[in-house]
């Protein structure tokens, strides 16, 4: 017992001397606490809805100010369900409601919803219909019915939601902490210093560290992707092509932050430490669990520098939506531009 008491003794020494781990200790619990507790919700707020309006009657009017009249929806008014279906087919509103011609008759609501993101949409719709039950009287006659279709997921499946945000965080775990103890490793065992001052350049170091991760990090997102169309049912509506352009950009991106966690750690430890914390904020500000419309204004600017956010937009697309290049091409540039900087900082960085 008294050996046992000796080297638990060392261990803490060990640990609280090393002014790092003392950081990591405390820092990331207290960040991780704030960042999750006001970005992990999935209340919906202030969500976008289209609203065609067929009738034109002044019970639809009601209806739609009282959309209004909550912090839940902004009702925005198109004139053709074609029209609404664009705005909801590129992102800028999460849900339709139309108001048919013998709406004053038939008493009939028509809802229709994003369902690739399930959760959202399962929120939107049960507000929606919550909000027309309150607003029209019991004795109606007829009753009003409501009318709902999910786009995208008819069934609302999680599956359907989550399996593709797992294959891009599946991928983001393993290349970050791949080049991140890669490079670490051959500094604890000399051999980086070594290669330094060989005829070899820092960029042909670097191509040469990192290529293999990439490798790796394809295969990954092709197994990954397999099992998820294969082994889970999740349909791939869009262009392989898209997927793969994506993937590789992701890849610039992620390689590049591992490579600037390798840059700043002495220790495979330490660098592992480091991509845990840097993996968790980027999940959380992706989107993959909690939408991004319903966090703060200053935690949406922040998943702004997340390439994560752009791939889990690719990957659902092209899963669910049928995505192809064109539409794709503003994520393209983003991780495009967020693997040039973090490449470049973490090359200065390596020199």
Do not use: C
Request: aromatic share 10%; no cysteine; net charge neutral.
């Amino acid at each position: 017992m008294r050996r046992i008491s000796a080297l638990m003794a060392k261990e803490f020494k060990q640990l609280l001397r090393d002014p790092k781990m003392r950081f990591f200790v405390v820092i990331p619990p207290i960040l991780q606490m704030i960042v999750f507790g006001f970005a992990a919700t999935f209340d919906v707020n202030d969500a976008d809805v289209a609203v065609v309006d067929r009738a034109g009657s002044s019970l639809t009017r009601d209806l739609i100010a009282a959309m209004g009249a909550t912090d839940r929806f902004h009702p925005q008014s198109f004139d053709a369900l074609g029209l609404a279906a664009v705005a909801l087919d590129g992102g800028s509103v999460r849900a339709i409601v139309q108001f048919p011609p013998d709406f004053e008759t038939s008493r009939q609501v028509h809802i229709v919803v994003d369902g690739s993101d399930a959760n959202s949409a399962q929120m939107i719709l049960g507000e929606l219909i919550n909000i027309f039950s309150q607003s029209v009287s019991r004795g109606m006659t007829p009753p009003l019915t409501v009318q709902e279709r999910a786009w995208y997921n008819p069934n609302l499946s999680d599956r359907w939601f989550f399996i593709p945000g797992i294959i891009a965080n599946v991928v983001t775990i393993a290349t970050l902490l791949l080049t991140a103890m890669t490079v670490v490793r051959e500094r604890e065992l000399g051999t980086l210093e070594r290669l330094q001052v060989t005829p070899i350049s820092g960029l042909e170091l670097i191509v040469a560290k990192l290529v293999p991760v990439a490798a790796v990090g394809l295969f990954d997102v092709g197994l990954v992707t397999w099992i998820g169309i294969e082994g889970f049912g999740v349909p791939f509506r869009g262009q392989p092509l898209a997927l793969l352009i994506g993937s590789v950009l992701f890849l610039v991106s992620t390689l590049g932050l591992g490579l600037l966690i390798s840059s700043y750690s002495q220790t495979q430890q330490q660098a592992m430490i480091s991509a845990v914390f840097i993996v968790m904020p980027l999940v959380i500000f992706s989107g993959f669990a909690f939408p991004i419309r319903n966090m703060p204004d200053w935690i949406q600017a922040l998943s702004l520098l997340d390439p994560l956010r752009y791939f889990l937009v690719v990957i659902r697309d092209v899963f669910l939506k049928g995505g192809d290049i064109v539409h794709l091409l503003p994520e393209f540039g983003a991780m495009a531009l967020l693997g040039v900087v973090a490449m470049g900082i973490s090359a200065w960085r390596m020199r």
